[in-house]
């Protein structure tokens, strides 16, 4: 899978004057946002990279002769930072890659959770991708932020995390990568290819992402209908019988129609009279959920869907219940009218 993107060598000749630097950096916060939460499997940590990357180019402008490119420079900060940051560190996670089997019983789901930090979060695709360029190019970049393959990337030690996003997604060659890892080309090349080994065993990373058709539209508008109005007949038709549903932080996930309604129908009972509004993430459909509390069931925000689709059938729902995503991605929470 590969993204084509400007090349890694761009020049910015001379040097870059403190005046000029901060809309430069500025041109290149999606990219290394982009870059950072491949890294780190978190949304939240992608901004602090970022944000730190950007204060450490702009404390240390004065040693920045323009020999290289600004775009490269800014990614070995981001690469160093993100190295930085994953050392010590257990990787982000779904509940699907910590337990081999589904849970039972599904009275019991709730029953165990885990600290935010120990979950892979969604990303929104505004901050990330493009918002224009050739749609060949634009696909496979909503590709690369699939939450199955940035779950898988976090199957890999860092520093081949980095070779692998730096040479397959961003496009750039060997040498340069191995420039920025203070490595040989040959030691770049190995650990791509080890890489790209650890991926083959990871399921749903070679699986293409269903085209939002027709066919797909109407099986999202009919999805919405059926959750808000809690008509579970309606629901699972749409369901594919492998379906699988999990919700961090709670280590709950459940496999086939059956187990995913019997769900819906006994501990997650509280989400009937729920508001569903599109939003996107992750390069695919996905909904920011509202469910009614306490008297006269106010809506309030609880969490962000991300649906997975696989042949007219939904195959994956992930709900992130993590109310925080909402403030950071700048979605309003004022509730839709119920229709």
Known sequence: MTVTTSTATSSVPGGVAPADLEPRLAAHRGE?????YRMLGSAFDAEDAVQETLLRA??????FEGRSALRSW???IATNVCLTMLEGRTRRARPMDLSATAWEPVEASLAARRPEDTWLEPMVDARVLPEAGDPADVAVARESVRLAFVAALQ???PRQRAVLVLREVLRWRAEEVAELLGTTTASVNSALQRARATLATR??????????DERHRKLLDEY?????SYDMQRFVALLADDVTQNMPPFELWLEGAD???AWMRGPGRQCEGSVLKPVALN????FAHWKPVGPGGSLVPFALQALELRDGRIHRITSFLDTRLWDLFGIDRTPPART
């Open 32 to 36: 290394l946002t982009g870059y950072c």
């Open 58 to 63: 702009w404390r240390s402008i004065d040693g």
């Open 74 to 76: 800014l990614y070995r």
């Open 155 to 157: 199957h890999l030690p």
């Open 203 to 212: 399921p749903d990373v070679d699986a293409p992402p269903a085209p939002l």
């Open 224 to 228: 919405v209908a059926a959750f808000e």
């Open 259 to 261: 187990d995913v309604v």
């Open 283 to 286: 390069g695919g459909p996905a």
